[in-house]
């Protein structure tokens, strides 16, 4: 989960407050040294970035107002987050897909009571049970 912690934490970088409004040009930077530092260092071409804020409103995550975030580098770090989420599911996954495999074939190796198997073909009496092997 640490990877994918960094991530949204990559993203809020992307964020750089509230945009420009009334009485806010002192507050917000039009700078994106920061995002730029950041991705650069993850590997990031820089010339995906713009250097200054740009409007957002064509982006789909990243924040529609003014951002650091382009179109390439928000398709990009879409593509990056979902690998990673969905690395850390199948890892998790496995441990729960092979513990439900094992009580399954557990469950199909033992006959109930009388000798009849599970709900599954598998070992048993099945004459006795009245029905037939298949």
């Given at each position: 989960?640490?990877?994918?912690?960094?991530?949204?934490?990559?993203?809020?970088?992307?964020?750089?407050?509230?945009?420009?409004?009334?009485?806010?040009?002192?507050?917000?930077?039009?700078?994106?040294?920061?995002?730029?530092?950041?991705?650069?260092a993850r590997?990031?071409?820089?010339?995906?970035?713009?250097?200054?804020?740009?409007?957002?409103?064509?982006?789909?995550?990243?924040?529609?107002?003014?951002?650091?975030?382009?179109?390439?580098?928000?398709?990009?770090?879409?593509?990056?987050?979902e690998t990673?989420?969905?690395?850390?599911?199948?890892?998790?996954?496995?441990?729960?897909?092979?513990?439900?495999?094992?009580?399954?074939?557990?469950?199909?190796?033992?006959?109930?009571?009388?000798?009849?198997?599970?709900?599954?073909?598998?070992?048993?009496?099945?004459?006795?049970?009245?029905?037939?092997?298949?």
């Amino acid at each position: 989960m640490s990877a994918l912690r960094s991530l949204l934490l990559l993203l809020l970088s992307l964020c750089p407050g509230p945009g420009p409004g009334p009485g806010s040009e002192a507050k917000v930077t039009r700078s994106c040294v920061e995002t730029r530092q950041v991705l650069g260092a993850r590997g990031y071409s820089l010339s995906l970035l713009p250097p200054a804020l740009i409007s957002g409103e064509h982006l789909r995550i990243c924040p529609q107002e003014y951002t650091c975030c382009s179109s390439e580098i928000e398709q990009r770090l879409t593509w990056e987050t979902e690998t990673t989420f969905r690395g850390l599911v199948e890892e998790n996954g496995s441990f729960l897909v092979h513990t439900l495999a094992a009580r399954h074939r557990k469950f199909d190796d033992n006959p109930g009571p009388g000798g009849c198997p599970g709900l599954y073909p598998g070992p048993g009496n099945w004459k006795r049970c009245g029905q037939r092997n298949t």
